[in-house]
Nanobody, 120 residues
Framework: QVQLVESGGGLVQPGGSLRLSCAAS????????MGWYRQAPGKQRDLVAT???????NYADSVKGRFAISRDNEKNTVYLQMNSLKPEDTAVYYC??????????????WGQGTQVTVSS
């Protein structure tokens, strides 16, 4: 079974930084686009950033210039470097992947989420 496991969340003060990681494991062939999404209480899950296998990126307007998504294809891992964090960044952050397994395409596969809290 394929797993996406997020790590790196926690409590940070406004203006601080965190780096999230998401490692894919299990029986998979190819990971296409990967991304980070976030969901605050009472709100829908929103796009934060995506990155294609070749490194093309897309960011939500709210995080442009502050967050950076990257990936290591050899490690099947995607990262989210978050700088200049604001209280409104507080949410559960979810890793997402479009992946190919020996048993078929899984175009929208999710991790379990990691909590990011920005507060003084």
């Amino acid at each position: 079974q394929v797993q996406l496991v997020e790590s790196g969340g926690g409590l940070v003060q406004p203006g601080g930084s965190l780096r999230l990681s998401c490692a894919a494991s299990g029986r998979l062939s190819v990971i296409y686009t990967m991304g980070w999404y976030r969901q605050a209480p009472g709100k829908q899950r929103d796009l934060v950033a995506t990155i294609t296998r070749r490194g093309n990126t897309n960011y939500a307007d709210s995080v442009k210039g502050r967050f950076a998504i990257s990936r290591d294809n050899e490690k099947n891992t995607v990262y989210l470097q978050m700088n200049s964090l604001k209280p409104e960044d507080t949410a559960v952050y979810y890793c997402n992947a479009d992946l190919e397994t020996p048993y078929g395409r899984r175009p929208d596969y999710w991790g379990q989420g990691t909590q990011v809290t920005v507060s003084s």
